[in-house]
Protein backbone atom coordinates (compact mmCIF):
# COMPACT_ATOMS: atom_id res chain seq x y z
CA UNK A 1 0.00 0.00 0.00
CA UNK A 2 1.26 3.65 -0.71
CA UNK A 3 1.27 6.10 1.74
CA UNK A 4 -0.10 9.81 1.39
CA UNK A 5 2.14 12.17 0.06
CA UNK A 6 2.89 15.71 1.89
CA UNK A 7 0.13 17.48 -0.26
CA UNK A 8 -2.34 14.94 0.34
CA UNK A 9 -1.65 15.10 4.07
CA UNK A 10 -1.86 18.78 4.23
CA UNK A 11 -5.21 18.97 2.22
CA UNK A 12 -7.01 16.25 4.39
CA UNK A 13 -5.83 17.86 7.64
CA UNK A 14 -6.88 21.35 5.99
CA UNK A 15 -10.54 19.91 5.20
CA UNK A 16 -10.83 18.17 8.79
CA UNK A 17 -10.15 22.00 9.87
CA UNK A 18 -13.02 23.41 7.75
CA UNK A 19 -15.75 20.53 8.72
CA UNK A 20 -14.89 18.90 11.61
CA UNK A 21 -14.60 15.21 9.93
CA UNK A 22 -12.47 12.28 8.48
CA UNK A 23 -14.67 12.48 5.79
CA UNK A 24 -14.06 15.88 4.45
CA UNK A 25 -10.42 15.48 5.06
CA UNK A 26 -10.72 12.45 2.85
CA UNK A 27 -12.49 14.49 -0.01
CA UNK A 28 -9.89 17.31 0.34
CA UNK A 29 -7.46 14.78 -0.12
CA UNK A 30 -9.38 13.22 -3.24
CA UNK A 31 -8.48 9.72 -1.29
CA UNK A 32 -10.93 7.25 0.74
CA UNK A 33 -11.33 7.27 4.36
CA UNK A 34 -9.79 3.99 5.16
CA UNK A 35 -6.83 5.00 3.21
CA UNK A 36 -6.49 8.02 5.62
CA UNK A 37 -6.83 6.30 9.01
CA UNK A 38 -4.61 4.03 7.86
CA UNK A 39 -1.86 6.53 7.61
CA UNK A 40 -3.57 8.27 11.24
CA UNK A 41 -2.20 4.74 12.23
CA UNK A 42 1.14 4.56 11.01
CA UNK A 43 1.85 8.15 12.05
CA UNK A 44 2.39 9.45 15.05
CA UNK A 45 2.72 13.29 13.87
CA UNK A 46 -0.20 12.84 11.48
CA UNK A 47 -2.13 11.08 13.78
CA UNK A 48 -1.76 14.45 16.48
CA UNK A 49 -2.03 16.99 13.69
CA UNK A 50 -5.62 14.97 12.96
CA UNK A 51 -6.88 15.01 15.91
CA UNK A 52 -6.04 19.03 16.44
CA UNK A 53 -7.26 19.42 13.06
CA UNK A 54 -10.80 17.30 13.78
CA UNK A 55 -11.49 19.44 17.22
CA UNK A 56 -10.46 22.76 15.69
CA UNK A 57 -13.11 21.76 12.99
CA UNK A 58 -15.87 21.13 15.71
CA UNK A 59 -15.09 24.36 17.43
CA UNK A 60 -15.40 26.56 13.81
CA UNK A 61 -18.81 24.56 13.21
CA UNK A 62 -19.93 25.54 17.01
CA UNK A 63 -18.37 28.90 16.62
CA UNK A 64 -20.24 29.28 13.27
CA UNK A 65 -24.07 27.49 14.55
CA UNK A 66 -23.65 30.21 17.47
CA UNK A 67 -23.28 33.19 14.65
CA UNK A 68 -26.70 31.42 13.00
CA UNK A 69 -28.08 31.64 16.32
CA UNK A 70 -26.84 35.38 17.06
CA UNK A 71 -28.19 36.88 13.92
CA UNK A 72 -31.88 34.96 14.43
CA UNK A 73 -31.84 36.79 18.11
CA UNK A 74 -30.43 39.81 17.39
CA UNK A 75 -31.70 40.80 13.51
CA UNK A 76 -34.25 38.07 13.11
CA UNK A 77 -35.38 38.09 9.36
CA UNK A 78 -38.94 38.13 8.39
CA UNK A 79 -39.16 34.97 7.64
CA UNK A 80 -37.62 31.92 9.88
CA UNK A 81 -35.62 29.23 8.64
CA UNK A 82 -36.28 26.61 11.54
CA UNK A 83 -34.52 23.48 9.97
CA UNK A 84 -31.11 26.03 9.82
CA UNK A 85 -32.08 27.23 13.43
CA UNK A 86 -32.82 23.69 14.97
CA UNK A 87 -28.87 22.35 13.26
CA UNK A 88 -27.63 25.44 14.90
CA UNK A 89 -28.56 24.75 18.18
CA UNK A 90 -28.11 21.26 18.09
CA UNK A 91 -24.67 21.62 16.59
CA UNK A 92 -24.13 24.41 19.79
CA UNK A 93 -24.85 21.40 22.33
CA UNK A 94 -23.01 19.29 20.84
CA UNK A 95 -20.05 21.07 20.69
CA UNK A 96 -20.29 24.02 23.32
CA UNK A 97 -19.56 22.79 26.74
CA UNK A 98 -22.96 24.16 29.13
CA UNK A 99 -24.66 25.14 26.37
CA UNK A 100 -27.78 24.02 27.08
CA UNK A 101 -26.89 24.62 31.15
CA UNK A 102 -26.32 22.53 33.19
CA UNK A 103 -29.05 20.00 35.37
CA UNK A 104 -29.37 19.37 38.54
CA UNK A 105 -31.13 16.66 40.71
CA UNK A 106 -33.18 18.31 43.10
CA UNK A 107 -34.07 16.01 45.47
CA UNK A 108 -35.00 12.05 45.47
CA UNK A 109 -38.50 10.66 46.28
CA UNK A 110 -39.19 7.18 47.11
CA UNK A 111 -42.21 6.03 46.18
CA UNK A 112 -43.27 3.55 48.67
CA UNK A 113 -47.26 4.02 48.74
CA UNK A 114 -49.02 5.14 45.72
CA UNK A 115 -51.88 7.03 46.86
CA UNK A 116 -55.33 6.68 45.07
CA UNK A 117 -57.56 9.60 46.45
CA UNK A 118 -57.25 11.83 48.96
CA UNK A 119 -61.45 12.70 48.91
CA UNK A 120 -62.43 10.17 51.19
CA UNK A 121 -64.74 7.72 48.91
CA UNK A 122 -67.68 5.38 49.98
CA UNK A 123 -66.93 1.89 50.49
CA UNK A 124 -68.27 -0.31 47.30
CA UNK A 125 -68.39 -3.70 47.72
CA UNK A 126 -66.19 -5.37 44.72
CA UNK A 127 -66.15 -8.75 43.85
CA UNK A 128 -63.59 -9.02 41.62
CA UNK A 129 -60.53 -6.57 42.86
CA UNK A 130 -59.02 -8.17 46.34
CA UNK A 131 -59.79 -5.96 49.03
CA UNK A 132 -57.33 -2.82 49.55
CA UNK A 133 -54.77 -2.46 52.41
CA UNK A 134 -55.47 0.60 54.20
CA UNK A 135 -52.99 2.44 55.91
CA UNK A 136 -52.59 2.67 59.73
CA UNK A 137 -52.92 6.06 61.29
CA UNK A 138 -50.68 7.80 63.68
CA UNK A 139 -53.42 9.32 65.67
CA UNK A 140 -57.27 9.95 65.69
CA UNK A 141 -58.23 13.19 66.20
CA UNK A 142 -62.05 13.06 67.93
CA UNK A 143 -63.90 16.39 68.01
CA UNK A 144 -67.21 16.24 70.20
CA UNK A 145 -70.18 17.47 68.55
CA UNK A 146 -72.33 19.94 70.62
CA UNK A 147 -75.89 21.45 69.91
CA UNK A 148 -76.63 25.29 70.92
CA UNK A 149 -77.46 24.95 74.19
CA UNK A 150 -74.51 22.78 74.71
CA UNK A 151 -75.92 19.77 75.20
CA UNK A 152 -73.32 16.50 73.48
CA UNK A 153 -74.99 15.43 70.39
CA UNK A 154 -72.23 13.00 69.80
CA UNK A 155 -68.66 12.53 68.29
CA UNK A 156 -67.01 12.07 65.00
CA UNK A 157 -63.83 10.37 64.90
CA UNK A 158 -61.47 11.89 61.93
CA UNK A 159 -58.52 9.28 61.12
CA UNK A 160 -55.61 9.03 58.25
CA UNK A 161 -57.72 6.61 56.77
CA UNK A 162 -60.64 8.77 55.66
CA UNK A 163 -58.31 11.33 54.08
CA UNK A 164 -55.88 9.37 52.54
CA UNK A 165 -56.61 5.63 50.29
CA UNK A 166 -53.85 4.16 49.07
CA UNK A 167 -52.08 0.45 48.51
CA UNK A 168 -48.67 -0.62 49.74
CA UNK A 169 -46.34 -1.12 47.16
CA UNK A 170 -43.08 -2.05 49.10
CA UNK A 171 -43.48 -3.25 52.57
CA UNK A 172 -40.72 -1.74 55.02
CA UNK A 173 -39.95 -4.86 57.38
Do not use: W
Request: with cysteine.
Amino acid sequence: MSRLSHDAKEQALAGMRLLGTKKAGALAANTSIEKLNEEIKKSAVFRKRANEALTSGKSNLADNALEVISTYALKPPLKTDRNQLTAAIALCNAFIPGFRGATTVQGKIDHDVRVITAVPRPKYEVLDNPPKKMLKSGKDKSVRIYDDKGQYIGTKVETVEEAIEGEVIKESE
